[in-house]
């Protein structure tokens, strides 16, 4: 063997030990740097004492010591790095500190922004309380065009992109404000629904920028729709204590601070916390391990057991569906769970990866909703002449049907890949192009519904 | 003869830091001169000794500095501080009190002492 040969596969083989090593939560990437300088100088020692290369690597492999061991020795000493640290800017290196503070600065502002934008329409008379449609219909933008541009300016975009999104946004206020809806009619209540639907899209094509043509693109969207929701959550609880405290004090001395909640604090902190949460996520996205894909192996399998118990009761029973108004929405929920469940095991998997056990479980879960729902729309179907086809009813039926096909179309890709005939990028593939539909639905909606049912 | 694992880890701190008050220097060197001075007595598992670095870095008895090796990688080199070397020389003290009390004993019971030369430096 040729001499750059042999050094082609030292390299190979430092890598797939570098790659092990940072595989260890308490070994840090500097750690392993210094690790693997110590392996190289071992190496080199080693040769220039007369070994071969690939004895010199086993040599220098096995003197560096028991990963494990070494790892818990890591871990006694940099116990913190188990509990990855909070805030991002905390890395070691200099410059990435300076960005990560910037950042944390530019999204601080448009969280203030956002807030100031939430609060404009009183300066022209409207009351959060008595215009309450007006600030439902708008509420996504409000808020969604800082989203957006916080990642454009974070990741920058083509003057093509920009334009695209300012008319996304443009048209969106136009369509929520040019019809004269009903105060608290269902129109309104649609729109106030769908809009932000729509417009999260438009937020996802400046999250990915040019990687939003891509699979990769899209996904990374999705993990990032799936973190936020989380975030978002998460800081509404502690907004909610730090409120119970707040009402708590200043009502022991007598002042009522409710107005000041109602009127400052729950709609700023809501809008603001959009910002906040989608900075967080950036920040953390590989210090810690996505929350998503860990809920959804916790519940898919509960979700599969409660489906086809549900299945198996009505068979076994032959009990019908009481059929009442709400039960097309309900099923909705129902596979937007089921979508939402398939959706993050799939951000999470490995495209490599051999089918397993998991993968049987999603198609269960997947197949078992199919026949659910069908059970409701066949049920549905017979009635719906009789019930008439509200505005309501037509955009639930859509949305049914919308999730209807995209699991339909999981459920055959996903066992053609158990089966060995198709691949898993297939199946991401298709969940990726999927995503524009929903938002187009939702676009549907809230343009041509008025047009079509009326502004009731 | 192989020292007793205990007996290596409790001494490391001092010999690191000695090593280092000579010079300032990296993990892989650090680790040559252990075996030098100990003529190869003192094994380490090479990975062990980082953590051990790390912890006295740490404690601020030595600063670690990214460098640039002679044969151009990122190295990571260690340097002793003030607090180091107040450090070390309290760890001297202990040390010789341990030696002195042992010597004590040893000459009570009077045993022969080890055969064979302590130090076999520069063979």
């Given at each position: 063997m040729s001499a750059p040969d042999n050094a082609v596969r030292i390299e190979q083989q430092i890598d797939q030990w570098r790659s092990y090593l940072r595989r260890r939560q308490a070994i840090a990437s500097v750690d392993v740097e210094e690790l693997e300088d110590h392996l190289r100088e071992q190496i080199s020692a080693l040769g220039s004492a007369g070994l071969g290369d690939d004895e010199a690597f086993l040599i220098a492999v096995k003197r560096i010591g028991n990963l494990d061991k070494l790892s818990r020795e890591f871990a006694r000493e940099h116990s913190e790095r188990l509990w990855k640290q909070l805030v991002a800017t905390s890395d070691s290196s200099g410059e990435r500190s300076v960005r990560g503070r910037r950042e944390a600065v530019v999204a601080f502002g448009?969280?203030?922004?956002?807030?100031?934008?939430?609060?404009?329409?009183?300066?022209?008379?409207?009351?959060?309380?008595?215009?309450?449609?007006?600030y439902a219909r708008n509420l996504g933008l409000f808020v969604l065009p800082f989203l957006a541009g916080y990642f454009v300016w974070k990741r920058g975009a083509q003057p093509s992109t920009l334009l695209w999104l300012a008319a996304a946004f443009v048209a969106a206020a136009l369509f929520a404000n040019v019809y004269p809806l009903a105060t608290g009619g269902t129109q309104e209540a649609l729109t106030a629904i769908?809009?932000?639907?729509?417009?999260?899209?438009?937020?996802?094509?400046?999250?990915?920028?040019?990687?939003?043509?891509?699979?990769?693109?899209?996904?990374?969207?999705?993990?990032?729709?799936?973190?936020?929701?989380?975030?978002?959550?998460l800081i509404a609880l502690g907004g909610g204590v730090l409120t119970g405290f707040m009402v708590a004090l200043f009502t022991s001395i007598g002042i009522d601070p409710e107005p000041f909640f109602e009127r400052w604090m729950l709609p700023c902190g809501a809008v603001g916390a959009v910002l906040i949460g989608a900075w967080l996520v950036e920040a953390k996205q590989s210090v810690i391990e996505n929350m998503a894909p860990v809920l959804t192996r916790l519940f898919t399998p509960l979700f599969v057991l409660v489906l086809l118990a549900f299945l198996a009761t009505m068979a076994w029973t032959g009990r019908g569906l009481d059929i009442q108004r709400e039960l097309l929405i309900a099923f909705d929920l129902?596979?937007?769970?089921?979508v939402g469940l398939l959706l993050y095991s799939i951000s999470a998997r490995d495209p490599q990866q051999p089918a397993g056990a998991f993968d049987v479980l999603q198609v269960v879960l997947v197949i078992a909703a199919l026949l659910v729902d069908?059970?409701?729309?066949?049920?549905?179907?017979?009635?719906?002449?009789?019930?008439?086809?509200?505005?309501?009813?037509?955009?639930?039926?859509?949305?049914?049907?919308?999730?209807?096909?995209?699991?339909?179309?999981?459920?055959?890709?996903?066992?053609?890949?158990?089966?060995?005939?198709?691949?898993?990028?297939?199946?991401?593939?298709?969940q990726t192009s999927y995503l524009p539909v929903y938002a187009a639905w939702a676009a549907v909606v809230v343009i041509a519904f008025p047009l079509l049912f009326g502004y009731g | 003869m192989d020292l007793n694992k205990d007996l290596v880890a409790a001494s490391s701190t001092s010999l690191v830091l000695a090593i280092l008050a000579q010079e300032e220097s990296y993990g892989y060197a650090i680790l040559k001169r252990v075996r030098e001075l100990s003529a190869g007595r003192m094994e380490w598992t090479d990975g062990m000794l980082y953590p051990v670095l790390h912890r006295l870095e740490r404690l601020g008895y030595i600063e670690a500095q990214w460098g640039v090796s002679e044969c151009g990688r990122r190295r990571k080199y260690y340097a002793i501080t003030a607090r180091g070397r107040t450090q070390l020389v309290e760890?001297?003290?202990?040390?010789?009190?341990?030696?002195?009390?042992?010597?004590?004993?040893?000459?009570?019971?009077?045993?022969?002492?080890?055969?064979?030369?302590?130090?076999?430096?520069?063979?």
């Open positions: 448009l969280a203030i922004l956002a807030a100031l934008a939430i609060k404009l329409p009183e300066l022209f008379g409207l009351q959060l309380n008595a215009d309450a449609g007006f769908h809009l932000p639907i729509a417009l999260w899209l438009v937020v996802g094509v400046a999250y990915a920028g040019v990687r939003w043509s891509e699979v990769g693109g899209r996904m990374d969207f999705v993990r990032f729709s799936g973190e936020h929701f989380i975030y978002y959550v129902l596979l937007v769970v089921v069908a059970v409701a729309l066949w049920a549905i179907a017979a009635r719906i002449s009789e019930f008439g086809f509200t505005p309501n009813r037509v955009a639930a039926l859509g949305e049914n049907l919308i999730l209807l096909v995209n699991l339909a179309g999981s459920a055959v890709l996903y066992v053609s890949f158990l089966r060995g005939h198709g691949t898993f990028t297939a199946l991401e593939r298709w | 760890e001297r003290k202990q040390w010789q009190a341990v030696d002195e009390t042992l010597r004590g004993v040893w000459s009570a019971l009077s045993l022969p002492p080890p055969v064979g030369p302590l130090v076999s430096q520069g063979t």
